[in-house]
Antibody
Framework: EVQLVETGGSLVQPGKSLKLTCATS????????MHWVRQSPEKQLEWVAQ??????????YYAESVKGRFTISRDDSKSSVYLQMNSLKEEDTAIYYCCYYRFAYWGQGTLVTVSS | DIVMTQSPSSLAVSAGETVTINCKSS????????????LAWYQQKPGQSPKLLIY???TRQSGVPDRFIGSGSGTDFTLTISSVQAEDLAIYYC?????????FGAGTKLELK
């Protein structure tokens, strides 16, 4: 059974950093292209970032709204994908989901709240 | 970026009705190399993660009831739910995965009349 479990969300002040983790199981992680998607309090879904597999040189892609502030990475030995979020803004407040396989599988999400 | 425009934003229905949700993309999602439309539909119920219903515009994900039908090609797509049931009350989103950034529609909230 495919499982994706996100952790690391919390309340953080603007300008601070936070790192999210998505631990996975039930599939061959090393071959998987992984995504982070977020959902605002207004329920709008926004794709955030993607990381491809080693065979694709771990290529990464970002939404313009997070480029230069967020970094997606992965550890194939731990079957985990990460999202390092720096210089956080109030508009980054959202539930963050990790996704796999053409968005067929989603985690339960982790809440990030950016507020002073 | 490819802009996804969904309509209507909300829909009040009675059980047993057939409903149609529309999604329009700002550029074609049909890839000539494989003749596939890179368009997906999701269902999200309160407190849950989005659930993939339809991919390639018309292919149902495993386990999705056949009352959910995706259609369309190019820039115009439709999700039809025939004989709506109470369990179908949710927000529905379309998404293009033709190119990054992979963009979503704003959602259609299906409510009980």
């Amino acid at each position: 059974e495919v499982q994706l479990v996100e952790t690391g969300g919390s309340l953080v002040q603007p300008g601070k950093s936070l790192k999210l983790t998505c631990a996975t199981s039930g599939f061959t992680f090393s071959n998987a292209w992984m995504h982070w998607v977020r959902q605002s309090p207004e329920k709008q879904l926004e794709w955030v970032a993607q990381i491809k597999a080693k065979s694709n040189n771990y290529a990464t892609y970002y939404a313009e709204s997070v480029k230069g502030r967020f970094t997606i990475s992965r550890d194939d030995s731990k079957s985990s994908v990460y999202l390092q979020m720096n210089s956080l803004k109030e508009e980054d407040t959202a539930i963050y989901y990790c996704c796999y396989y053409r968005f067929a599988y989603w985690g339960q999400g982790t809440l990030v709240t950016v507020s002073s | 970026d490819i802009v996804m425009t969904q309509s209507p934003s909300s829909l009040a229905v009675s059980a047993g009705e057939t409903v149609t949700i529309n999604c329009k993309s700002s550029q074609s999602l049909l890839y000539s190399g494989n003749q596939k439309n890179y368009l997906a539909w999701y269902q999200q119920k309160p407190g849950q993660s989005p659930k993939l219903l339809i991919y390639w515009a018309s292919t149902r994900q495993s386990g999705v009831p056949d009352r959910f039908i995706g259609s369309g090609s190019g820039t115009d797509f439709t999700l039809t739910i025939s004989s709506v049931q109470a369990e179908d009350l949710a927000i529905y989103y379309c998404q293009q995965y033709y190119d990054t950034p992979y963009t979503f529609g704003a959602g259609t909230k299906l409510e009980l009349k």
